[in-house]
């Protein structure tokens, strides 16, 4: 699956879904931080799922309309556990994500908001 993370995302997470077999880009790794906007029409533009700990993301996608393929959000995961979760993630809801779904993960629950 090809996956952009955010900066916010652990960047030892990067290595480790690149292992499990996932296409990963860091935007930690950019020299510059494009802004929001910007990182989300680059995930979309390269058929990327969007793994973050912000919610401004889904503020884009569903307040203003900006296009996505799908988006991950990470709500208190541990900062050195997201690759297991987003694996675990993207597995199970990888037909949803593919079709733009907004997903939120917590330890409690997995929301799934699909897309429109």
Known sequence: MKILLDTCVWGGALKT???IGHD???????????????ILAIAHREGR????L????????IVFGK????RVRLVSIAARQ???YCDKIITKYASEL???????VSHERIRIRESI
Do not use: R
Not at 67 to 70: A, E, F, M
């Open 17 to 19: 879904l690149e292992q």
């Open 24 to 38: 990963v880009v860091w935007s930690g790794n950019w020299d510059i931080d494009p802004g929001d906007e910007k």
């Open 49 to 52: 799922i969007l793994i973050t």
């Open 54 to 61: 912000d919610k401004d993301f889904g503020e884009l996608a």
């Open 67 to 70: 296009p996505h393929s799908g």
């Open 82 to 84: 997201p690759a297991i």
């Open 98 to 104: 593919q079709a733009g779904a907004i997903i939120t």
